[in-house]
């Protein structure tokens, strides 16, 4: 596919740039064998401790986000239902001076793919998967048969066909146990018209994790067993090294509040879903029900999909009893597991921490904010699945919405944590507060291990690469402290302008514990972007093929599962911003694995670094039809919205 962008002098590259000179590169790049026609774009998605690569592909535009639970990790009401709230939602969080186009791109998708429209017509019109998933162990494509068949209570929509290739497919992360963690839809079901069973449920290997069964004592809502969605993120072994493993996601517990008619799609009543207070029987095969959505608790499951339970409660006054409050929906998700090993003193060592994000009541604002769920039970055999909300919960301070009266962030989330209790998330700064001209994701590091964790944020450790205002997604982190995302890549005003054009990064983060001195001092003891770890100054080499978008998993050997703009038979130059082929050359997204060059834990390990060149003028690439990568930026970045006002 041709690109065709501006691709201007980020003025915090120039910072970087101008401090380092050296001649090596620290990573090589390997491009990731994905089965063929699988999709137009791959991402590299996880990586495992033996270095196998998993992913998703995508055809077009997401429209709503297949890795949050409310969508855009903001709309606890489900209201995001057309064109005009997606361009609404663009005005007033991301502030583009394109948000017509932008909106117009997630409604309609491109290249007669993807798109929030497609799957709202899906029921009259059928539907093809967007995202298929890989795994490169197996080098199979994921899913490819009826997803409920592996269900421990398969519900099909009036019993119809099921339509070959028409569920999504992504991939979070590889279990302790080497299997895939990911999401899947049900796909749809012919009966003249579409039916879909559920647009979420988690899964590892090929067990699909069920919803609820009961909540807060008694048994959940008909729909709720039947349309329930689920995520699975991460997993831990319990006891550790010799027991069970067990899967930490979110799961539905209730319905949402389906009387409210903002919750509708062109007509289309999800109040119908329910007669006389009951569920109807057949919710799948109803048009009123395709956009049916629920409550969701932390919860954790065997791996086998037989039992689960929800981690903790909500906070909420105890005179509120329901699930959903002034038509919002309570909400929690857990996104990252560790049963620390005891190499590190803690209090907590082999029981399990978690952490993502729990519902804090402000009135009648439900706030989903980064929270740490500290287990209230003693190490012991198993974990009780008869037993609800075994885990406590801590909210991460600095981390919160409110801040002194002021709404300043929309939401927040911590996404994994390792073993020495380490934990890293992201703050969304609201659209009403923007900072340095930009509504962003805020990358934070917390200590999951202090009495009130406390959130600092990477902005304000001093290196050039987090700037003020600069916005991101922090993807994972290593028992080494290294952090893996992406980050903007210039400083470029966002609200009333242009999208930040953004890269992959790595930290290695001085923490206050578990921190490798042999391992931080290959980085120079510094944040970098990807691309300057992979530059090997031969612009004919291997890796000047490759331009790394985002990062999304690290293993302990540092090994990285990772995107990129691929040209093949390299750039006209090593430079960031060097054209493909004098800028008519096709550039591809591609999932890669960068792979380190030397043992990042041997003593006389040795590196040099040469970061890339930057040209000092604008850049202009000319071309053909602007690639999917540059439309679907912010679903990779995972940029999350608030509520509509």
């Known amino acids: 596919m041709n690109c065709s962008r501006i691709f201007k002098l980020s003025a915090v590259a120039t910072l970087v740039m101008a401090s380092y000179s050296a001649s090596a590169n620290l990573y090589n790049v390997e491009l990731v064998t994905v089965p063929a026609n699988l999709g137009l774009e791959s991402y590299g998605s996880a990586i495992d401790e033996t270095g196998n690569v998993a992913g998703d592909t995508r055809n077009g535009t997401d429209g709503l986000p297949f890795r949050d639970e409310a969508p855009f990790g903001l709309d606890n009401n489900f209201i995001y239902q057309d064109f005009d709230d997606i361009e609404s939602y663009c005005y007033s969080q991301l502030g583009y001076n394109s948000c017509e186009n932008w909106a117009t791109r997630e409604w309609l998708g491109i290249n007669d793919a993807g798109g929030l429209k497609r799957e709202r017509e899906a029921y009259y019109d059928g539907y093809t998967a967007n995202a298929n998933a890989f795994d490169t162990k197996t080098g199979l494509q994921l899913f490819t048969n009826e997803p409920s068949e592996n269900d421990v209570e398969p519900y099909r929509p009036s019993n119809g066909t099921y339509v070959t290739g028409s569920n999504n497919v992504i991939v979070n992360k590889y279990s302790v146990d080497g299997n895939v963690i990911g999401t899947t839809s049900s796909g749809y079901y012919d009966f003249g018209n579409y039916g879909l069973a559920y647009r979420e449920r988690g899964f590892v290997g090929e067990t699909i994790l069920p919803p609820?069964?009961?909540?807060?004592?008694?048994?959940?809502?008909d729909i709720v067993t039947k349309m329930g969605r689920t995520m699975a993120f991460d997993s831990f072994e319990y006891p550790e090294d010799s027991g069970t493993v067990y899967i930490v996601g979110s799961a539905s517990v209730a319905p949402f509040d389906y009387g409210d008619?903002?919750?509708d799609y062109n007509g289309r009543d999800v109040g119908q879903c329910f007669s006389d207070g009951q569920s109807i029987s057949d919710p799948g095969a109803s048009p009123n029900c395709q956009n049916f959505a629920f409550s969701t608790k932390g919860f954790v499951w065997n791996s086998d999909g037989s039992e689960g339970v929800s981690i903790a409660p909500w906070s909420r006054p105890d005179s509120d009893t329901g699930a959903t409050r002034d038509q919002k929906s309570y909400m929690s998700s857990a996104r990252g597991a560790v049963v620390p090993d005891g190499t590190t003193t803690t209090k907590y060592t082999g029981v399990p921490v978690l952490v993502g994000y729990n519902t804090l009541r402000d009135d009648n604002k439900l706030l989903m904010q980064a929270a740490i769920f500290y287990p209230n039970f003693a190490a012991g055999p198993d974990i009780d699945m008869d037993t609800e909300d075994q885990w406590t919960f801590k909210f991460i301070s600095r981390a919160v919405v409110e801040d002194d009266g002021d709404y300043i962030y929309a939401n927040t989330r911590a996404t994994d944590i390792n073993n020495n209790l380490m934990v890293i998330g992201e703050s969304k700064r609201s659209g009403f507060y923007p900072e340095n001209g930009a509504a962003a994701n805020r990358i934070f590091v917390a200590d999951a291990s202090a009495e009130t964790p406390s959130a600092t944020y990477l902005s304000e450790t001093g290196e050039s690469i987090f700037f003020s205002g600069s916005g991101g997604e922090a993807k994972?982190?290593?028992n080494y402290n290294e952090i893996v995302?992406?980050?903007d890549a210039e400083t470029a005003r966002e609200?009333?302008?242009?999208q930040r054009r953004h890269r992959g990064f790595i930290n290695p983060y001085d923490f206050d514990v578990g921190t490798h001195a042999t391992r931080r001092t290959l980085f120079q003891n510094r944040a970098w972007w990807l691309d300057d770890l992979t530059n090997d100054d031969d612009a004919s080499g291997n890796n000047n093929q490759f331009r790394v978008i985002a990062a999304s998993d690290i293993n302990d050997k540092g090994e990285i599962a990772a995107t990129a703009l691929y040209c093949a038979g390299g750039y006209d130059n090593t430079g960031h911003n060097a054209y493909c082929g004098g800028g008519t050359g096709t550039?591809?997204?591609v999932a890669v694995k960068l792979v380190p060059t030397v043992d990042l834990n041997a003593s006389d390990a040795t590196a040099t670094i040469t970061p890339r060149s930057v040209e000092q003028e604008s850049v202009e690439r000319q071309g053909g039809s602007m690639a999917p990568w540059m439309l679907g930026l912010l679903g990779?970045?995972?940029?999350?919205?608030?509520l509509k006002k």
Request: no cysteine; proline share 0%.
């Open 495 to 498: 609200y009333n302008g242009k």
């Open 485 to 487: 995302g992406t980050i």
């Open 476 to 478: 994972a982190v290593n």
């Open 587 to 589: 550039e591809a997204v």
């Open 636 to 642: 990779l970045i995972g940029l999350r919205r608030r």
């Open 261 to 263: 008619s903002d919750k």
């Open 212 to 221: 609820a069964t009961s909540f807060e004592g008694a048994e959940v809502s």
